[in-house]
């Protein structure tokens, strides 16, 4: 299985780095987890081969390029449907209202509306997926992508929570680490810092940290050095472009 990094900029993108976006691929399937600012026009492959589309939540840095995915398979001379859209209710019904309020038919044909929850499962070729539900501000799903024996474990936004159970013995552990330092009462407590994100990954012994969804103000190697004295193994940040093999 092999994860690549579309974009991984936290909370909005730059000229350089689209916003939270990947794509997990096996064996000939893949499959484009979250669709930030920016990561449909940088996806390392045509779009027309993504088999599935997986939102984990509606915050626009997560989901806000499905609908340039929607228009450039929908208003074309050889149009795409029933591209495969697993997201919760919340998600789902937020987004059909904002692309197309006078006709939201059309959403549902050019998308299969796949609504998924805490504990549900889903097969895409050979891939498995297994959700959560995480702690985010809004309703998240976090995700456990799994095939050929190997798995990747993907927190989307979160804070600290009964969710880190699942990490457990994950080939790679994607997470965010929105926040750098030690934990305040004045942070947010809906995202993790990278302390956290170490510490997460060591009591779940993964194989390969990997941290995402850091803003573009901040120093990106501090977060790495916080990660890595906690994980106490070399912590890998994503950046667009990046090919991980899991």
């Known amino acids: ?3 690549s990094v579309v974009g991984a900029s936290g909370t909005f993108p730059t000229q350089t780095k689209p916003a939270s976006g990947y794509v997990v691929e096996h064996e000939g399937t893949r499959i484009w987890c979250d ?7 940088s996806l390392p492959c045509d779009p027309g081969l993504i088999d599935a589309v997986f939102i984990s939540h509606r915050h626009p840095d997560h989901c806000t390029d499905l609908f340039t995915a929607y228009h450039a398979w929908t208003y074309v001379p050889d149009p795409r449907s029933a591209v495969p859209l697993y997201a919760s209710r919340d998600v789902l019904e937020h987004l059909a209202g904002f692309i197309d309020q006078s006709s939201p038919a059309n959403f549902g044909k050019t998308f299969d509306l796949l609504e998924i929850g805490d504990g549900d ?3 895409v070729g050979s891939i498995q997926a ?4 995480v702690s985010h501000s809004v309703p998240t799903l976090g995700s456990r992508w799994s095939a050929g ?7 989307g936004d979160t804070g600290p929570g009964p969710w880190s159970g699942a990490v457990e013995d994950a080939d790679v552990f994607l997470c965010e680490a929105a926040l750098q330092g030690e934990r305040v009462d004045s ?15 060591r009591s779940a012994d993964v194989g390969r940290l990997v941290l995402t969804h850091i803003p573009p103000y901040m120093d990106p190697s501090i977060s790495i050095d916080q990660a890595e004295s906690t994980f106490e193994k070399a912590v890998t940040l994503a950046s667009p472009g990046a090919q991980i093999e899991v």
């Open 121 to 123: 499962s889903a097969a």
């Open 1 to 3: 299985m092999r994860l």
């Open 130 to 133: 297994d959700f959560l539900d």
């Open 35 to 41: 669709t930030g600012p920016g990561t449909f026009t």
């Open 187 to 201: 942070d947010f407590i809906h995202h993790l810092n990278a302390f956290e994100a170490g510490e997460i990954a």
């Open 149 to 155: 024996g190997r798995s990747l474990f993907y927190t």
